[in-house]
């Protein structure tokens, strides 16, 4: 009788479409739309080019570029667009980066509505640093602050420029830069991005503090406007972004400064070297503006944004990379366990071991990503050089796959040099790179609640 009712229980229940779509997989299918509707838009909408139009692969990548709020190009964007043309970009990014923000809050909305239990644990990473009942104003939170930033700095860039251009010309400067910006987008309507303005200490101060806060993400947004109300503490998730963010910045340009101070800064006044270096340790994680040339910067100084680039930001924001809590957790594993700890602990709390775990795998599946695809871009780009011409390469195409893994848009002048195989590589890179991570985390999310069964222990030796 009993299991007639449950059978008849059952049979009542909805049956799952073999067409339903788990959240990753609705991530990873709208990116994949709108870069196609942005690479359509560059080949069939009309006027958007100064001369020619773009190839269909540089339409692409310039497409998959700015959805996945990369920067990286294979055209002088100001040279080759039209007004028209650079208007579309700025949708593109603006509508890519609203797209990664809006994702996490909607499925922790979805989740707060009982939408099932696939929406509920891909929620479950973000649901867990928010108070009960907030996805909706964390939505607010990320329209709001959005327009707010962009509007601010917009005004604040239209000061900047107002002395060298007219007010329109000023105007369309100052939006495009201030969105490009808080999306960490990183593309410039400036051919040499921003190394033109090296000695215009507040342009890059403007942009460089939009870049962090696009960068922090919006939970620590939402987080520390809830604290500024007197509502609750600050959450140990946002303590640690906002610890390991100030504490890269402040390491990186300390060292940026020593790397550079008498080579690509050389010839700058010493206030305009120190905001040149304190732009560099930000831009890296994951803006693609630069104020140098990076063909021209030292060895210390391209391992150290390497490094950077791979960090990124924090989750929940446009950054990309590993995320600046990956990177945290992982050092303190690694102090707790030379202090003999069983768990790592931060700021009086102890972080769930799944959570460490998921950070370990994330960290090693970007290297091998890294690896994998800087592989291929050696294959593709094999050229009759000499051998020490060839290692030196390498140095860009490594430093080239991680700006794009990481959706930075840094390069070492090598994006137009490609062949086509390259810029097909850094599309799919930047696509995995944007929703990969979310997509992976969700599916491990999923996972983790089955896995009750476990085969017998044996233990392996490492180090």
Known sequence: MTSEASRRNLGSLPRRSPFDLSAPQLLALSFAVLITIGWLGFIALPGLYEGEPMRWIDALFISASAVCVTGLSTVDIPAVLSFWGELWLLLLIQAGAL???????SVAVAAGRRAGLDVEEAAGSFTAILPSGTPRQMLRTILGVTIVCETAGALALLVCFSGDHDFGAALWLAIFHSVSAFC????????????????????????AFLVVLGGIGFPVLHDLRARLRGKRRLSTHTRVV???????????????LVFEWDRTLAALAPVDRAVNALFL?????????????????????????????????????????????????????????????????????TVPDETVHRATGLAAGMVLILLVFTLAMLEFEQRETEPGAERGQMVSH?????????????????TPTLEDGSKLTLVLLMFLGRVGPLAVLGAMARRSHNSTFRHPHEDVLIG
Request: charged residues 10%.
């Open 398 to 414: 490594v430093f080239e796959v991680q700006s794009a893994l990481s959706t930075v848009g840094l390069s070492m002048n090598l």
């Open 281 to 349: 340790a930000i831009t890296p994680r994951t803006a693609g503006f630069n104020s140098v040339d990076y063909g021209a910067v030292s060895n210390d100084s391209l391992l150290l944004t390497v490094a950077l680039m791979w960090i990124g930001g924090a989750p929940g924001s446009v950054a990309g990379g590993v995320k600046v809590t990956t990177v945290s957790l992982l050092a303190l594993l690694v102090w707790a366990r030379l202090r003999g700890d069983r768990h790592v602990s931060v700021g009086g709390r």
């Open 99 to 105: 797209g990664i923000l809006t994702f996490a809050a």
């Open 242 to 256: 906002l610890g390991a963010t100030g504490f890269l910045i402040a390491v990186g340009t300390g060292a940026f």
């Open 184 to 207: 960490n987008a990183g593309f410039s309507l400036f051919s040499d991005s921003l190394v033109g303005l090296q000695d215009r200490a507040s342009i890059l101060l403007v942009i």
